[in-house]
């Protein structure tokens, strides 16, 4: 147990002095780390290294050509405590489960909710590269490339490999067979797909009185931007949190 929290602190401090987490996103990282590994053990914390180190550096793979984008998302550079929690709360939440029944439904759940974080992720991250324009999921008229809700089929393949990639991981650890390979990967592709559909219908956005962009941020050309539409209480982390959420949910239920 200190050995886990010990590495969950050198990582948190590696991505802090990396530019990856802001001090209270490193912060975040130690509790779900420690959680995470408490429930899970050393297969737990492996996962979520894996999706923490391919997250970073898919961020950070041709940053500059990503600049425009910034000007759309709510937030760009390191992730806050915010972000970690949207991204690691559900599970945290499977690792308690896990503690407190060791239903191995848990344990699928938490597999899920790390694979539809980085199928979102790599989905995003990759995506907002594509060479041409992404088209909006429920109109598709073609949107400016970052909007929440735009798909591309760039991002599309690079979200379908990066859920893969997490089932994958796990091959070393426990034998998965081809049916429940392919469960998972599309379980964790849901998240990805509903964290885009609540992107293009009910999450928040704003635009710029200045430049006229649609924008998720609420200050733009350092002037406050006016609402569009969406809900104003569901930003781009809480639409993250319920995308995870559900795939996890729906994964427990069936395995349960
Ligand atoms: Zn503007």
Known sequence: MYAIFLVTCIVAYAGYRLRSLTLSGALLTV???????????????????????????????????KAPVDDIVEKSGPR????????????????????VTSNEAWLYAYIVSIAAATSDTWGSEFGVLAKQKPR??????PVEP??????????????????????????PFLGLGAMMTFVLIAFG??????????????????????????????????????????????GNDAVNFLAI????????????
Do not use: P
């Open 80 to 99: 806050d405590f915010v972000q970690v929690l949207a991204n690691g709360g559900i599970g945290m939440l499977t690792a308690i489960g896990m503690v």
């Open 136 to 141: 909006s999921i429920m109109t598709l008229r």
């Open 31 to 65: 509790v779900t780390g420690t959680v995470i590994g408490y429930g899970f053990g050393w297969f737990g914390l492996y996962l979520l290294g894996v999706f923490f180190s391919t997250s970073s550096l898919a961020s950070k793979y041709r940053a500059r050509d």
């Open 146 to 171: 970052g909007t929440s809700g735009g798909v591309s089929l760039f991002g599309t393949v690079m979200s379908i490999v990066g859920a893969a990639m997490i089932v994958f991981a796990t091959y």
């Open 189 to 234: 592709l849901s998240g990805s797909v509903v964290d885009t559909l609540l992107g293009a219908t009910v999450q928040r956005k704003y635009r710029c009185r200045v430049c006229g962009k649609l924008t998720e941020k609420r200050l733009h050309h350092n002037e406050s931007t006016a609402y569009v539409s969406g809900w104003r209480f569901l």
């Open 245 to 256: 959420a559900s795939a996890a949910a729906i994964c427990f239920f069936i395995f349960a």
